[in-house]
């Protein structure tokens, strides 16, 4: 199995805080991420130099954020202007690997890491204000194009160049990514799949909390507004 799945590392990036334009309103972010040159240490709570905005953003179930370069030609066909790395403000630009080829608890090694992974991202406002195009949050969550989350097993260093081989997947079930994500983003009213999702020893706590909240709701969700585009309604 292990030796079945690989990709390659692109690029490793971080982000300083700075200030995103969102409508004409000014928010905080580290979204524009750079890459650094190097090996870099990955440590429990992510990549060295990177820097959080609010306390509550990755900690150690969402250390690491993963975005396949796969999907670069998608949004540059768009006519997206994204950079060649670090374009969704992943820590890590990698070569394969996209959402529907890994699972929920596929654990890698790369470089002196091992990492797992624990959620799909969420897609959120904050790209839409990175890229001036109100609609790219959704579009993001839709195509299922999100990238994904990742616990570090095993604290190391990593750098451009290195391989990311998949070492060990949970077969007690098969949830890839992008039909995680699905669930999660998209078609937030199926309930059999959340519970599904609910066995998953590897999902992260905070995701099993959101979906353990939806089985208390007497009404339908709809789409996740206030994430998507910060106001709780599309702006235009």
């Known amino acids: 199995m292990g030796s ?8 490793v990036c971080v982000g300083k805080v700075g200030e995103l334009d969102s ?3 000014t928010i905080a972010s580290a979204f524009v991420k ?4 190097g090996r870099v240490r990955v440590h429990s709570l992510g990549v ?15 250390a690491v954020l993963v975005y396949s370069r796969d999907h670069y030609p998608f949004w ?33 090694e790369l470089g002196s890491c091992t990492l797992q992974i624990s959620e799909p991202r969420s897609p959120c406002y904050k790209i839409a204000a990175r890229y001036g195009r109100k609609d790219i949050s959704i579009v993001v969550q839709d195509t299922g194009f999100t ?23 949970d077969t007690s079930h098969d949830w890839s ?3 995680a994500g699905r669930i999660l983003n998209v078609d937030r009213n ?36 206030d994430r998507l585009y910060l106001s709780g309604r599309v702006e235009t």
Do not use: C, W
Request: proline share 2%; hydrophobic share 40%; no cysteine.
């Open 76 to 108: 540059r066909d768009l006519g997206v202007d994204i950079p060649d790395a670090g374009a969704f403000a992943e820590n890590l630009t990698v070569d394969g690997l996209t959402e529907s080829d890994v699972h929920i608890g596929d654990t890698f």
């Open 147 to 169: 990238g994904y989350l990742m616990r570090v097993l095993e604290e190391g260093d990593v750098a451009a160049g290195d391989e990311m081989r998949l070492v060990e997947r």
């Open 190 to 225: 199926d309930l059999d799949g959340a519970r599904q999702l609910l066995e998953i020893g590897a999902l992260s706590a905070g995701i099993k909390r959101t979906l353990a909240a939806r089985f208390s709701r007497d009404e339908k969700l709809g789409p996740d507004l």
């Open 177 to 179: 990514v992008a039909e």
């Open 34 to 37: 750079r890459p650094v040159a």
């Open 48 to 62: 060295e130099g990177d820097e959080h905005v609010y306390e509550g953003h990755g900690g150690e179930d969402a």
């Open 23 to 25: 409508s004409g309103r």
């Open 4 to 11: 079945e799945l690989r990709g390659t590392v692109a690029a």
